[in-house]
């Protein structure tokens, strides 16, 4: 301990993802949130364009949400899955199996994206291993893939700042990115470039053999690397080629779950079902941590119905796995979600959103514009010697002016709550549109 903090001493809390010493020395802060809006501590509105982190897919401090939080910390706080379970973590369980798509119908919880990832990776190694497959340990991700920050998901992820300095796991293969900007840029929607890129997974069988490879993972449309759209018949043809030779596909739903794309999952919306699947974020509408991994009845049989005796078939859980209060958040949240039309809502409102943000084209450094059912990202030019600044330059201004945008790289993604109006859509784009004039 050192000599007594004031309570409001920024120093102590290590953030995450942050330049802490530039965000301490000019610090912007969140107090409050409801509906499409942040408040800050002196009481200015911030339109909230990001959904906090890809998550408040509901929008902020919904009601219903906030009492079934309430009302479950009063009955069971908490309550350990191990061994031992409580009704909420069942039901929520039962109503995702119903919406997943196909036979996705198991559900493995766990207490955040990362956490779903690594849970995803291990259930996968589990099911080749119980299929007679020991060889069958290569697992395959992408360039630019992000699959949060356990050291499974650095392995398979391919943003080189996440893995740069730390050891990655053995036996792990890359696939393309399918980003091209002299090919695909200002697309509308999925490009028809880059196809040909899910043919590598066939080079990589070919070399390696498919008796060695366990899964390949992707996030069906990447988020944090900038928002990358998968080319037209990409995601269907890993599909192909994976089932043909024995290997599980991962999808990372982490940001396209839960309405983002105008269904459920983007394997709903493309019609494409995996035989995993990790969700987080807008699984509880963000307002209590929790993962989950939406697993196929036949993966689920071959690790818990094939085990040999009684005893346990996979070694692997959270503390928080199925957490009382991250249940009754999402049992709630599915409730808005559906009483409320949200996901046919994000399916509506996409043609309007695409019309908006490719308005953007034309402006100073927008290089490209990207988007998918209610996600754009809008690239910039970098400055010159100094990568990333403009867009960091835009995400302060605006965050000055009222709007919040979220940043990677040179790129600036918007992915607004799902109840958004026209008019606030309208008054994000106006508003980034005078910043991005105005950067230098
Ligand atoms: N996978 C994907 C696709 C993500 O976008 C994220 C978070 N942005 C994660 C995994 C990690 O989730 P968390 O931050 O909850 O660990």
Redesign the pocket.
Known sequence: MTAARAANDLDPFWMPFTANRAFKAQPRLLASARDMHYFTPDGRAVLDGTAG??CVNAGHARKPIVEAIQRQAEVLDYAPTFQLGHPLAFELASRLAMLLPGDLNHVFFAG??????DSALKIALACQRARGFENRTRLIGRQKG????GFG?ISVGGLENNRRGFPTLPGVDHLSHTLNLEEAAFTRGQPTWGLHLADELEALIETHGAETIAAVIV?PMS??AGVIVPPLGYLERLREITARHGILLIF?E??TGFGRLGALTAAEALGVTPDLM?C??GLTNGAV?M?AVGVSAAVYQSVVEGAAGPGIEFFHGYTYSGHPLAAAAGLATLDVYESEGLFQRAAELTPYWQDAVHSLKGLPHVIDIRDMGLVAGIELEPRAGAPGARATEAFHRAFDDGILIRVTADVIALSPPLIISRDQIDELIDRLSSIIKTIR
């Open positions: 982190l890809w955040s994206g990362s956490e779903a990832v992000y699959h949060g920050v998901g996030e988020g944090s990372d982490v940001i990790t987080a974020k941590p993962g």
